[in-house]
């Protein structure tokens, strides 16, 4: 369960972000993407445990809800990543 709130987490923070970054505000945009960053970096850690109890060849369950939560970290990471490039639009960081 705890990567899928981290996740979750993260993915809400991120959006919180790039609706500061829609009103030009860098402030609470940089203040939510970095909670962002904190709730991913959490959920990437507990991830790194699991793999790394896979890699020593410990016992490893393999359920649907352990894939479930992967996914959540994969989108979360995806949706932090996203949410980077249009607020770089929205506070006209691209040079465009």
Do not use: C, W
Not at 38 to 66: C, M, V, W
Not at 68 to 74: I, K, L, P
């Amino acid at each position: 369960m705890p990567l899928i709130t981290e996740s979750a987490q993260a993915k809400n923070h991120a959006f919180e972000a790039l609706k500061f970054a829609k009103i030009k505000d860098e402030e609470g945009y940089e203040r939510k993407l970095k909670e962002a960053r904190s709730f991913l970096i959490g959920a990437h850690k507990r991830q790194t445990d699991l793999l790394s109890l896979n890699a020593r060849e410990e016992e490893t369950p393999i359920t649907i809800y352990l894939i479930h939560a992967m996914d959540h970290v994969s989108n979360a990471q995806m949706v932090f990543d996203l949410v980077q490039e249009l607020a770089d639009i929205h506070l006209n960081k691209t040079g465009i």
